[in-house]
């Protein structure tokens, strides 16, 4: 999984579909949880297997502080991985969204433990149809880092295009990706996009999510 790919799959958890968010912002205490399917076209290159990757999670929040759990679940096994993070997530009266986190990654067929990154995004709509976004993660221990920039323009209300740029190892490495969401509702929606770096060859991900809150009050 390249940087921006898991970064920011990281934070789509971490900040759950329209509907849930929404919730929470009328709600003191929620908990939420959901689920993407992903399909991978040859992640490795030409003459790779393609990868089939499932990934649940559960989220609690309070008033803006939130900790939760992501699974992932891949056919080849050497890949599964589960993430257990926490974190602050608002927004200014101005409609910058931010939120900061922490990582732990563990790999639990491929030496346990791994590592950490705290993460940061931003994001901030200047039109209906038009959200901007930079993502970091800076691994603290390895002093590795990651950085994108993104941007997603709605062409319809069920419908957006959107793309990234980012860089990984303090500058040493650069990718990039585009795609494209369909919105079934607020908490569902499916997604296809092609990622290329330049450490890997450009491969395509077709996947479906979905999020909702299990809980309030």
Do not use: H, K
Not at 5 to 17: K, M, N
Request: net charge negative; hydrophobic share 35%.
């Amino acid at each position: 999984m390249n940087a921006i790919q898991r970064t920011a799959i990281l934070l789509a958890f971490a900040l759950p579909g329209t509907l849930a968010v929404s919730s929470a912002q009328a709600q003191d205490f929620a908990v939420y949880g959901g689920a993407a399917l992903y399909y991978s076209v040859e992640p490795d290159g030409p003459g790779s297997d393609n990868t089939v990757t499932v990934e649940p999670y559960v989220e609690v929040e309070l008033n803006g502080f939130y900790a939760g759990l992501l699974a992932s679940v891949a056919n080849e096994s050497v890949n599964n991985e589960i993430d257990l993070y926490l974190g602050y997530r608002n927004e200014t009266e101005g409609g910058l969204s931010y939120d900061v986190g922490y990582t732990r990654y563990f790999y639990p067929n491929d030496g346990g433990n791994c590592c950490g990154e705290i993460t940061l995004a931003l994001d901030v709509s200047p039109t209906d149809t038009l959200t901007l976004s930079i993502d970091a993660a800076l691994d603290p221990e390895a002093g590795y880092g990651a950085t994108s920039l993104g941007a997603e323009y709605y062409v319809t209300d069920a419908i957006s295009i959107a793309a990234d740029v980012g860089v990984t190892g303090i500058g040493r490495e650069s990718e990039w990706d585009v795609g494209a969401n369909y919105y079934f509702a607020d908490s569902a929606y499916a997604s296809l996009y092609y990622y290329e770096g330049s450490e890997y060859e450009g491969y395509f991900e077709l996947s479906v999510s979905y999020d909702t809150t299990l809980f309030s009050r």
